[in-house]
């Protein structure tokens, strides 16, 4: 099984790196929303010119060159550890070189990669990097050929797509995988209910969630209209989920159908949402919970052998698998330390908290929380050890941000987006495992437009008709001439009524957010 991870793992990361290539020029590229060049630029005035504070503060290989060509290379080079590590060479070096790329890209892209799932995937492969075998091609002596190898060098590059982690050494980093799902998934339920966010607790978020959610789908509609009841019960059910099941990993009988409860939650959620690939990367997760692959057959477990102490790898084999469970207890303490953070920050502070809960709260801080806060501030910009909780908070409306152009200034169009709803009579389109992160970032900026400082250089690359950035829209809106002017107006939007005709969305003019002339 831990090999069966390591690959499926690997093709979470093929799918990340190429739905971001394809994307990159238009957000970060040179003649992009934000120019990743213009960025380091300003890091490097800020931090100073020593390589190693840099390196420290930011740690990015975009630090040896931030142009095109870097990105393009990191996002090759990502390609290609991928497909490697899906060939079957999931070796410490591969997972590593994935790392580093994938944080060397989320530094340089700014917002658009700031999500969840982009720390939940370092996270998951800097486990990886402990659940994988270092790389020596022969598990030990009995591997090895017993005649002379007429191409060595052959042999040695095609037994390192068939290595295989030891099963005592892949023990801790198997542990880590499954502590990694009991946090994600317990802290997304915990602090919904700790935020003291009335949906949540009335059990009414779903009446909203559907049409509200960043970037809906053609289901979302149909499950919106479903009725009340089945709602309060599906967030009845999705705290049992995410607040009990996750415990069951410590039952090895109950570990299967906590798997397929957790792979059912995922699959809903992608079936009436889009989020990119979190939903994959989740469930490949979930899977570490298996000691079998599922659908197979399980072996009969048979006694390994005894090993020899003249074996000259033993000695090795044992010190690395006490190093990897020295690591994983580091890693699993220190990721203690994060949770009780998470759940200790949603707690409402205030006049009106109970004294009895910020007595529990402050002493939480001094145990779990205060004693590791040097060592998390000293690792956070590697962001690998994360606390999580999507929609703490829902949002009971949908404002959306409409960008219209005209070449006179009399006759406007609507900037029409891949994903984004715009067009009443489109239907919300699926993008999994695709992430759009230009359209994903105009939700966010639809709810703060004073915070999305972007918009501005998205505005003035739309003036100079930037074919980058015009890739990142649909068909329609890559004109013949480049707009003169550029408005963007705030409106109400939700779902239509069932029965009021073709459209899926019905909206109402708020306000204007301002306009641009060139």
């Keep these: 099984m831990p090999r069966l991870l390591l690959r499926l793992l690997a093709g979470v990361h093929l799918v990340a790196f190429v739905s971001l290539w394809v994307q990159i020029d238009g957000l970060i590229g040179s003649r992009g929303i934000l120019p990743v060049r213009d960025f380091f ?18 740690p990015s290989l975009l630090w040896l060159g931030s142009g095109d060509t870097a990105l393009h290379m990191l996002c090759a080079a990502g390609v290609l550890l991928s497909l490697l590590a899906i060939a ?13 790329c994938y944080l060397s890209l989320v530094w340089g892209g700014q917002t658009f990669l700031a999500f969840q799932w982009d720390t939940l995937l370092l996270e998951a492969t800097l486990c ?15 591997d090895a050929p017993a005649g002379p190898v007429r191409r060595p060098l052959v042999a040695t590059v095609r037994a390192a797509f068939h290595v295989a982690p030891d099963p005592a050494a892949a023990r801790p980093g198997m542990w880590l995988f499954r502590l990694l799902v009991v946090k994600l998934m317990f802290l997304s339920g915990a602090v919904k209910l700790l935020s003291l966010d009335p949906t949540w607790w009335r059990l009414t978020a779903l009446d909203v969630h559907y ?82 692959p599922p659908f197979s057959r399980p072996l009969r477990q048979s006694k390994p052998p005894a090993m020899s102490t003249a074996d000259p790898h033993l000695l090795a084999r044992r010190a690395g698998t006490h190093i990897r469970w020295l690591v994983a207890t580091t890693f699993l303490l220190l990721s203690l330390s994060v949770t009780a953070r998470e759940l200790t920050r949603s707690l409402p502070r205030g006049p009106d908290t109970p004294p009895t809960t910020a007595r529990l709260a402050d002493l939480v801080d001094r145990v779990l929380v205060d004693p590791a806060a040097p060592v998390l501030r000293a690792i956070a910009p590697f962001r690998s050890i994360n606390g999580y909780g999507l929609f703490r908070a829902m949002t009971t409306s949908r404002p959306e941000i409409v960008v219209e152009t005209s070449v006179d200034g009399v006759t406007w169009s609507d900037l029409a987006f891949r994903f984004k709803p715009g067009d009443l009579d489109r239907p919300p389109r699926a993008a999994f495992p695709h992430m759009p992160r230009l359209d994903w970032q105009m939700w966010f900026a639809a709810l703060d437009p004073a915070g999305a400082d972007w918009l501005g250089s998205f505005v003035e690359r739309l003036f100079e008709g930037e074919p980058a950035v015009l890739g990142l829209l649909g068909e329609a809106s890559r004109q013949a001439e480049p707009p003169r002017y550029v408005r963007l107006r705030l409106y109400d939007y939700r779902f239509s009524d069932p029965g009021t005709g073709a459209a899926w969305w019905r909206r109402e003019f708020l306000y204007d957010l301002g306009s641009v002339a060139r």
């Design 41 to 58: 630029a300003y890091l490097e005035r800020v931090l100073g010119t020593g390589a190693f504070d840099r390196f420290v503060n930011v």
């Design 88 to 100: 079957g060479m999931v070796t410490v070096p591969v997972f590593a070189g994935l790392w580093i």
């Design 128 to 142: 990886a990097v402990v659940l994988a075998p270092l790389g020596w091609p022969f598990r030990g002596p009995a």
């Design 211 to 292: 049409f509200t959610q960043p970037l809906p789908v053609a289901a979302s509609w149909y499950a919106h209209h479903l009725p009340d009841w089945f709602h309060r019960l599906s967030v009845l059910i999705m705290f049992g989920v995410e607040l009990v099941v996750p415990w069951l990993v410590f039952s090895r009988r109950l570990r299967k159908p906590g798997v397929w409860l957790l792979l059912a939650l995922q699959l809903l959620i992608a079936a009436t949402g889009n989020y990119g690939f979190f939903n994959l990367l989740t469930a490949v997760l979930c899977l570490s919970w298996l000691d079998h």
